[in-house]
């Protein structure tokens, strides 16, 4: 569904809660349409993303340990060019 979501399950080290809150704010921002929330759409928002990354992390737990690590890393993992 959204292509720059990467796949956190199989990590070393495991996925951090910021790791795990960014995917939910991407899904959410996908699926809402909303990039930038407004004073309007704030709240419902971030009480969207708290409640998917809440459920990510336990999905993410709840998984057996995967037999591949993820062929991506998530975008704060990845070295910056100097």
Avoid: W, Y
Avoid at 9 to 16: F, I, K, V
Avoid at 46 to 62: E, S, T
Avoid at 70 to 76: A, K, L, S
């Amino acid at each position: 569904m959204c292509r720059s979501i990467t796949t956190l399950r199989g990590l070393e080290p495991a996925a951090t809660p910021e790791e795990i809150e960014a995917a939910a704010r991407q899904f959410v921002r996908k699926l809402s349409g909303i990039r930038h929330p407004s004073a309007a759409t704030q709240e419902p928002f971030d009480r969207a993303v708290a409640d998917i990354a809440a459920i990510a992390g336990r999905l993410l737990d709840d998984l057996p340990p995967r037999k591949q690590p993820p062929t991506t890393v998530p975008p704060n993992r990845r070295g910056h060019p100097i």
